[in-house]
DNA sequence: AAAAAAG
């Protein structure tokens, strides 16, 4: 396999990535990185949690030398905060061990961290739009010496939404740049928009275009439910064995918080992400995500892209989302790195041409969602839910089951106290019944650590630990803190039962 | 139509 060390990559980023434990190349770095080196203008397309920002972040410090001038001289932009953060995080760690400085440009945070960052001299620029056209057009960021620019989820940001804010930055960045796009998803007509702001780019995918878009080690279950159920069934799925963290998808905000409380209520250790929160709020969330104090994670689709977590054994789709790349990305935030994830999708009865839509577009070849529980046990089966519960509606986990099973309590209830909130269900409770949600206050996350403490789990990491296309399912212990299960049943048995029952698709 | 992204 080859390593970074293969790829003309300087000695000290090389060290710096080996200090992680990172070593090998992934195939879209092994073909990006050699042409993003020398200055080629790159359309990159690979998979979820295949190494995509390594990919352009290696020649954008690279190229900026060991010791650049003072000033923003590259701009790498990205479609959410949380992302802005994960991914100042992988590039500060490119730039270790040489003089280079990186800055976080987004909004919800306070502005004078981030003008100090930048009048001290920051050379690369991490941030999502608002804030970098609000600070540049304070004339408070300079783009004009930004020779590297980079589009991260790169669909994302010449979708409608996005598109007027990408040519305001793009007016600001010189003409003569080295420009890097990159996505796991690049519809056609987007790749000929890109063209616009790009000269001579050559298209990379790191993947047989035959292959399809989807990770093959990412199994996908779809289910027909019925919303009244979905609770008791989240419920039950977040107790299936194996299971480490997991990442559930709603449709809206609200639903996002509804289910952050109710799950909270039922003794979970669950989290959420979403745009009603306040931003200190989402990155403590999402700080103890990452960190493991927390291995539920309720979010809309501000999460959907490019977050990087370790161990996410499992993504549900609350709700279905409309379009086949916003499925794939969600998904993809299990699967990463070589390791082995489940999607479980639940889709409404109106919601059906939505999955038939998915299903065509990636190509899964899935008949119909099996009924939920009421005539599918297969639910439980392909879940590796424990038996004795099997198929039957059971009421929510106590707390005290589910705590002792997960987080150490100790630490729990030290954070709690260290916040000086009562963390426990008692708030919660009152408001959901009220009815109202005043949403962002109902989190109490460890009061310790920030966004970009220690809880950075080595970014695209592991990847040195298995060989591609290698599963690490059975043999894994996904969980911190979390006894070993001692009855490991059969993990699937007899294929995927008869015609149509078969909720499995991929790998 | 929702979510995201400036405040």
Redesign the pocket.
């Known amino acids: 396999m080859t390593t970074f060390a293969d790829l003309g990559i300087d000695q000290d980023i090389v060290d710096a990535l080996a200090s992680k434990g990172i070593v090998d190349a992934f195939p879209i770095q092994e073909q990006t990185i050699p042409l993003g080196l020398p200055g080629q203008d790159i359309i990159g397309q690979a998979k979820t949690g295949t190494g995509k920002t390594f990919g352009f972040g290696i020649p954008v410090v690279q190229r900026l030398g060991l010791n650049p001038e003072h000033g923003v001289k590259a701009l790498i932009v990205v479609?959410?905060?949380?992302l802005a953060v994960q991914v100042y995080e992988d590039i500060d760690l490119l730039t270790s061990n040489r003089s280079t400085s990186v800055v976080a440009i987004?909004?919800?945070?306070a502005y004078e961290g981030q003008i100090d960052q930048l009048k001290a001299g920051a050379q690369i620029v991490v941030?999502?739009?608002?804030?970098?056209?609000?600070l540049a057009?304070q004339r408070l960021l300079d783009l004009s010496n930004a020779t590297e620019v980079v589009l991260d989820e790169a669909d994302k940001m010449l979708?409608l939404?996005?598109l007027a804010d990408i040519e305001k930055i793009f007016q600001k960045v010189p003409a003569v740049r080295h420009t890097q796009l990159f996505s796991a998803t690049m519809p056609g007509p987007i790749v000929a928009l890109a063209r616009r702001f790009m000269s001579n780019p050559i298209h990379i995918r790191a993947s047989d275009p035959d292959e399809g878009l989807t990770q093959a080690n990412i199994k996908h279950l779809v289910y027909r439910a019925h919303s009244l159920d979905k609770d008791e069934i989240i419920a039950r799925i977040l107790q299936a064995e194996g299971r480490g963290k997991t990442v559930i998808f709603t449709?809206?905000?609200?639903a996002a918080q509804r289910l952050v409380d109710e799950l909270g209520d039922r003794g979970f250790n669950v989290g959420g992400v979403?745009?009603?929160m306040g931003q200190d709020q989402r990155e403590r969330s999402m700080a103890a995500f990452k960190a493991g104090k927390r291995d539920v994670l309720v979010a809309?689709?501000?999460a959907a892209r490019g977050i990087d977590v370790d161990d996410v054994t499992h993504v549900i789709n609350h709700t279905i989302p409309?379009e086949d790349k916003t499925y794939l990305h969600r998904a993809g935030r299990t699967g990463r790195a070589g390791k082995t994830g489940i999607a479980v999708t639940f889709v409404d009865w109106e919601d059906l041409h939505k999955w038939a839509l998915i299903n065509r577009a990636l190509e899964f070849g899935q008949p119909e969602p099996v009924e939920t529980y009421s005539s599918s046990p297969h639910l439980f089966e392909d879940l590796d839910i424990p038996a004795g519960t099997k198929g039957r509606l059971v009421s929510a986990p106590k707390t005290q089951s589910v705590k002792t099973e997960r987080a150490p309590r100790p630490e729990r209830a030290a954070d709690a106290a260290a916040e000086g909130t009562d963390e426990g269900g008692t708030r919660r409770r009152r408001r959901r019944r009220g009815g109202s949600n005043p949403v962002g206050s109902t989190f109490a996350e460890g009061a310790t650590d920030s966004a970009s403490g220690d809880s950075q789990s080595a970014p695209s990491g592991d990847r040195s630990a298995e060989g591609a296309g290698t599963h690490d399912g059975a043999g894994k212990e996904h969980h911190d803190g979390k006894p070993a299960p001692a009855r490991r049943r059969r993990r699937r048995r007899g294929g995927s039962g008869g015609a149509g029952a078969a909720p499995v698709v991929g790998a």
């Open positions: 479609p959410t905060r949380e987004y909004g919800g945070k941030g999502t739009p608002g804030r970098l056209i609000d057009g979708d939404g996005f449709r809206t905000k609200r979403h745009g009603d809309t689709d501000v409309d």
